[in-house]
Every structure is written in C-alpha cells, then in structure tokens.
C-alpha cells in the first residue's frame, strides 16, 4: 500500500522561508493527486490552505503557496511568522475514491 | 455563516455503536461531497470516509470498511456516520469536512468518540 510521506518536523527563524514536502513511498506525486495542505494547532479543528496544488483557500496569505517541486508536492511559507508554528498536513486523492493523509510536519518557529 | 456542527460522540463500550452527525449551514450542502476525518489523541489527521452530494456513492478506509457507514439526509443538512463494532482503536476526535476539489474546506469543530470499558 502506498502512504503520503512529510518530514516529522522542520525549524525556521522568524522571517525566514521554509518547504514543507509530501511525496509517496512508491511514486510521484502530481496535479493529478490533487495535493492540498492544512495547517493544525493543538486543540483546534485543521484549518484550509491550499487546494488543488496551488489554489489559496479563502482568507488564506499570500505568503502560504503551494507547487510541485521534483516528484513531490510542497508548501513553502515566506515570511515565516511565530503564529506559524503548528503542525502541517499534506493529502492527496489516491484515486477511486480513497484520500490519503500524511503523517503531518511540526513547524517550530524559532 | 458558513458552518458545520458534529454531534454524537461519546463513550461506548468496545463493539458498541454510535451514530455522529453532522449539521451544515450557510452553504448549498445538497451539492456538496463530504467527508469524516478523525485524529487519534497525540496522533496525526487520517480519513475515514466520503460520499456524493446524493448519496449514490460512499468509501471508506481500510480500517473502517465494514464497520462504520457514512449517510446523508439533504432536506436535514446533515450527513452522519455510523460506527459499529467499536474498537479502542477507534479512539479519535471526528471531524466532518466539505469537498472541494478533491481537498477539505470547511471544517467542523469535532467531537470525541471514545471507545473503553
């Protein structure tokens, strides 16, 4: 069985710019898994950033943006914030209507 | 407003049953997919199970299959999921999502299912 791979955690400085990655352990990601991203802090339900690769979910920044780099799908957050540190979910449609989630990226803004 | 409300959870014996259900309001819900998707405490997101603005159709994870059923009433806004056969496992927080192209978009605020004896 295919899983969603994401690095299980990341650091950026305050200001910097950081890519988060999900790939697949067999495989490419691409357009056609329909990558979208959301970001969670503890307690509260995810939250929506992207869509369909690279499509910002309302009211979403334009810092957040979400592209195919290589054979994986990735998010990459310019202007890192502290209130960006929270976890990071990747999904991709695994087609014949399954989904698949990754294991989730901790960010630590520091 | 745009918004969905779950309901349902609980504690429960294991190989006991629940039925979530989810309350949608503030958007067209009759043309819209949806989804459950649950977190185990200290654990990552994991999807669960989807079905078609009408019904016709349904999936569901691996560790789901055949235990639980995901339904939906259009003229309540609202779409449930079933569990039975409950394990300790089975132990999450579940959240109903809306689809949009082929991602989540609008999210509830969850409610806990908590399966022990």
């Known amino acids: 069985q295919t899983v969603v791979t994401q690095e299980p955690s990341f650091s950026v400085s305050p200001g910097g710019t950081v890519t988060l990655t999900c790939g697949l352990s067999?495989?490419?990601?691409?357009?056609?898994?329909?990558p979208s991203w959301y970001q969670q802090t503890p307690g509260q339900a995810p939250r929506t950033l992207i869509y369909s690769t690279n499509t910002r979910s309302s009211g979403v920044p334009d810092r957040f943006s979400g592209s195919i780099l290589g054979n994986k799908a990735a998010l990459t957050i310019t202007g890192a914030q502290a209130d960006d540190d929270s976890d990071y979910y990747c999904?991709?449609?695994?087609?014949?209507?399954?989904w698949g989630f990754g294991g989730g990226t901790k960010l630590t803004v520091l | 407003e745009v918004q969905l409300v779950e309901s349902g959870g609980g504690l429960v014996q294991p190989g006991g049953s629940l039925r979530l259900s989810c309350a949608a309001s503030g958007f067209t819900f009759s043309r819209s997919w949806m989804h459950w998707v649950r977190q185990a405490p200290g654990k990552g997101l994991v999807w669960v199970s989807h079905i078609n603005s009408d019904g016709s159709s349904t999936n569901y994870g691996d560790s789901v299959r055949g235990r639980f059923t995901i339904s939906r009433d259009n003229a309540k806004n609202t779409v449930y999921l079933q569990l039975n056969s409950l394990r300790a496992e089975d132990t999450a927080v579940y959240y109903c999502a809306s689809d949009k192209g082929y991602a989540f978009d609008i999210w509830g605020q969850g409610t806990m299912v908590t399966v022990s004896s």
């Open positions: 067999s495989g490419s990601v691409s357009t056609s898994y329909y």
């Open positions: 999904v991709l449609y695994m087609g014949s209507g399954i």
